[in-house]
């Protein structure tokens, strides 16, 4: 896909540091920065009949000008030269960047919570987008590990075939190598060649990226976790189930999310509906 990088920019320091990171991800992929800040109206205050998110009622609000202008400065900081867009949207976060996802090659989010209004309980942004973005979801996240790999976590099927080629793409613009997690293979109490076997393409294309396979004990979970701690980047590839994204086993893209040392991609199979 040839769209923009989307962050969310709410001027707080963890969605400063999304800006650096999805400026980068835009230079490596050759795509434009498109900057996007919500103001937030909560959807339970929302009327019947009225979206939760409307792209022409913040036109002509300034509150966000400070916010958006310091991330445009991050971004430029980061990757000068880069072409930046910005949009600013009237709605509730998760769903404004869950609408703008959608012609987006990778949206990019901090791990501040989704909303604090009204005492509701929702969730973090990135986890909500990993059920329902439109693109590829990046939560920045943790102190990565600048010397480490990037680290895969994914079963075969589509979903694991593009979270292998993102993992590898990512890894090839890092200079780093790429370890391969398989859960399937921990229950079966053996390495599979199969279940982590990469499309050939993908080594064609790749030829001096090193990938290193890890035998995971414990469950897939923990595996992931612990192996974050020492990683630039975990990819997880997830398929759709039953109104949910899931990972093999269910729990592990959510589990990281929450709790990696790192940054975390969550690549979802295409097709369907969240």
């Not at 800006?19 to 103001?39: I, K, N, S, Y």
């Not at 445009?72 to 072409?83: K, S, W």
């Not at 209004?117 to 693109?135: D, E, K, T």
Request: aromatic residues 4%; charged residues 25%; proline residues 7%.
């Amino acid at each position: 896909m040839s769209g923009p990088v989307l962050v969310g920019v709410d001027g707080s320091a963890t969605s400063m540091a999304a800006v650096e990171a999805a400026a980068r991800e835009a230079g490596w992929l050759g795509v434009d920065l498109r900057l996007a800040h919500a103001f937030e109206w909560p959807a339970a205050q929302v009327p019947p009949g009225v979206p939760p998110w409307d792209p022409e009622g913040a036109g002509d609000h300034g509150t966000g000008d400070g916010a958006m202008a310091e991330a445009e400065r991050r971004a430029r900081g980061a990757v000068p030269g880069l072409r930046v867009t910005h949009t600013v949207l009237m709605g509730e976060p998760a769903s404004v960047l869950e609408a703008e996802s959608r012609g987006a090659s990778l949206t990019v989010v901090g791990s501040r919570p989704a909303s604090r209004s009204g005492g509701a309980r929702r969730g973090s942004v990135a986890a909500r987008l990993a059920a329902g973005a439109g693109s590829a979801v990046l939560m920045v996240r943790g102190r990565p590990d600048r010397a480490g790999p990037v680290v895969l976590a994914c079963d075969h099927g589509p979903a694991g075939r593009r979270a292998a080629e993102f993992a590898f793409a990512e890894a090839s613009a890092r200079g780093t190598d790429v370890v391969v997690l398989d859960g399937s293979a921990a229950r079966a109490g053996r390495l599979r060649e199969q279940s982590v076997a990469l499309p050939a393409a993908l080594r064609k294309k790749y030829p001096d990226l090193t990938v290193r396979r890890a035998r995971v004990r414990g469950g897939t979970r923990r595996a992931v976790i612990e192996a974050s701690t020492r990683a630039q980047l975990v990819v997880i590839g997830t398929r759709r189930r039953g109104g949910w994204t899931a990972t093999r086993p269910a729990g592990v893209s959510r589990a990281a999310l929450r709790y990696a040392g790192c940054p975390v991609a969550v690549i979802r199979e295409e097709g369907g509906n969240p």
